[in-house]
């Protein structure tokens, strides 16, 4: 029952992304594809919505204590680099940050508003997409 609500929580987002290819703030390239056989969370947010930055502390903590999760971390609304790398050090962000522009939300999907999660199975296959906050237990219990 639990899992039909979660199911139910998430709304449909178009998600058309079989492979994305974005840089993470070094310029490391990254791609979907490069993560088969681990689940993928891509999370949307703002370094000022207070949705998003609620849900950080869940995504450290998913990212910290599954080996088996990775997630990416798309900043939108950003004025310049150097703010985003005070952010993700000021809040121990441990996982990949991507800085956020409308060629890497064509590739994933719109959504309506941040957060915008995107749940990827092992496979690469979209599993959940939601707008608006979640939790490491919303996480955990879609991927079981």
Same mark, same amino acid.
């Given at each position: 029952?639990?899992?039909?609500?979660?199911?139910?929580?998430?709304?449909?987002?178009?998600?058309?992304?079989?492979?994305?290819?974005?840089?993470?703030?070094?310029?490391?390239?990254?791609?979907?594809?490069?993560?088969?056989?681990?689940?993928?969370?891509? #999370?949307?947010? !703002?370094?000022?919505?207070?949705?998003?930055?609620?849900? %950080? $502390?869940?995504?450290?903590? *998913?990212? &910290?204590?599954?080996?088996?999760?990775?997630?990416?971390?798309?900043?939108?609304?950003?004025? #310049?680099?150097? !703010?985003?790398?005070?952010?993700?050090?000021?809040?121990? %962000? $441990?996982?990949?940050?991507? *800085?956020? &522009?409308?060629?890497?939300?064509?590739?994933?999907?719109?959504?309506?508003?941040?957060?915008? #999660?995107?749940?990827?199975?092992?496979?690469?296959?979209?599993?959940?997409?939601?707008?608006?906050?979640?939790?490491?237990?919303?996480?955990?219990?879609?991927?079981?």
């Amino acid at each position: 029952m639990i899992r039909i609500l979660l199911i139910l929580l998430f709304i449909s987002i178009p998600a058309h992304a079989d492979d994305f290819f974005v840089n993470d703030m070094s310029g490391k390239p990254i791609r979907l594809a490069n993560y088969r056989g681990k689940w993928v969370l891509v #999370n949307f947010f !703002s370094m000022t919505d207070t949705d998003s930055k609620a849900e %950080l $502390p869940d995504l450290v903590s *998913l990212q &910290n204590a599954h080996k088996d999760i990775v997630v990416i971390g798309v900043v939108m609304n950003w004025k #310049n680099a150097k !703010s985003v790398s005070a952010f993700v050090k000021a809040n121990r %962000l $441990p996982y990949t940050i991507v *800085l956020g &522009n409308d060629d890497i939300v064509d590739q994933i999907g719109d959504f309506p508003r941040l957060p915008a #999660n995107f749940l990827y199975n092992p496979s690469g296959d979209l599993a959940a997409a939601r707008s608006g906050g979640i939790s490491r237990i919303d996480i955990e219990r879609l991927i079981k």
